[in-house]
C-alpha cells in the first residue's frame, strides 16, 4: 500500500508542451523532495520542501518549478519540454528526524519527443 | 563535489549464495548512511539508515556494517533468493543539510534459481 503517489507512471509528451507531474503523500511529513535519474545514473536532487511555502532548488540544476501550498502535494511542472527533460524523476518523503529514511512514490519516466 | 562510490555495478549469483556490497563515501561532514532496495517497477525501499561508527543492522538475511572513518559500509545478502533480485542503492545524508541525501550509482543484483 503506497503512502506516497506519483501520478503518472509513464508519460510522452511533444516539445514545447507544459506538463506537471503530481506527487502527494498521507504521512504528513513535512520533507518533501524530487530526485532525477537518467539512464545508467545517480539520483540526483532538483528540488526539496521542508514545509508548506518552503522550496529550494537541489544540487543538480533543473528548468522544471515546483510548489508546496499543501503539506501533502508537492507537483513539479515543467513549462516547455525539451528532448533533454526526458528521464525518470522520483518524489520522496521524510520525517523530520530522518530516522526511517525516506519513503519514494513510484516515480514518473518522461519522454519528451 | 561529494561522491558516493558502490562496487560492484551488477552482480550475478546463483540461489543459495552469499553475496556483499559495498559503498564507499566522504568521512567528513557524516551525520548517516542510508541503504535502500529498489526492485523494477517499484518504489525504492529503505533497508537500514545508520548513523554510529561500528554499527550493524540486520533485516532478516540482510546485514550492513558502518566505518564512518574510514567512509565505507557493506551490505550482506545470506543465502540469496531470487526475490533479493534488486538494485541496492546507498546514500550519504551530511551533517546539518536538512536530510538531503547523495545517492551512488546502485549495485543491480540478480539471482538465479
Not at chain 2, 61 to 82: D, V
Request: charged share 20%; proline share 4%.
Amino acid at each position: 500500500e503506497a503512502d506516497i503517489y506519483q501520478t503518472p507512471r509513464y508519460l510522452v509528451i511533444g516539445t514545447g508542451k507544459k506538463i506537471t507531474l503530481e506527487c502527494s503523500q498521507t504521512m504528513g511529513h513535512d520533507k518533501m523532495y524530487w530526485y532525477q535519474q537518467d539512464p545508467g545514473m545517480e539520483l540526483h536532487l532538483i528540488h526539496y520542501s521542508y514545509g508548506v511555502n518552503s522550496t529550494e532548488k537541489g544540487d543538480l540544476s533543473s528548468e522544471s518549478t515546483v510548489s508546496r501550498i499543501r503539506t501533502e502535494h508537492f507537483p513539479l511542472t515543467l513549462e516547455s519540454a525539451r528532448p533533454s527533460h526526458t528521464s525518470q524523476y522520483l518524489c520522496a518523503s521524510s520525517e523530520s528526524s530522518g530516522y526511517y529514511g525516506y519513503t519514494f512514490g513510484s516515480g514518473t519516466r518522461l519522454t519528451v519527443v | 563535489i561529494l561522491n558516493v562510490e558502490q562496487s560492484p555495478q551488477s552482480l550475478h549469483v546463483q540461489e543459495g549464495d552469499s553475496t556483499n556490497f559495498t559503498c564507499s563515501f566522504p568521512s567528513s561532514n557524516f551525520y548517516a548512511l542510508h541503504w535502500y532496495r529498489w526492485e523494477t517497477a517499484k518504489s525504492p525501499e529503505a533497508l537500514f539508515v545508520m548513523t554510529l561508527n561500528g554499527d550493524e543492522k540486520k533485516k532478516g538475511r540482510i546485514s550492513a556494517t558502518l566505518n564512518t572513518k574510514e567512509g565505507y559500509s557493506y551490505l550482506y545478502i545470506k543465502g540469496s533468493q531470487p526475490e533479493d533480485s534488486a538494485t541496492y542503492l546507498c546514500a550519504f545524508e551530511p551533517y546539518n543539510q536538512g536530510g538531503k541525501l547523495i545517492f551512488g550509482q546502485g549495485t543491480e543484483l540478480s539471482v538465479k534459481p
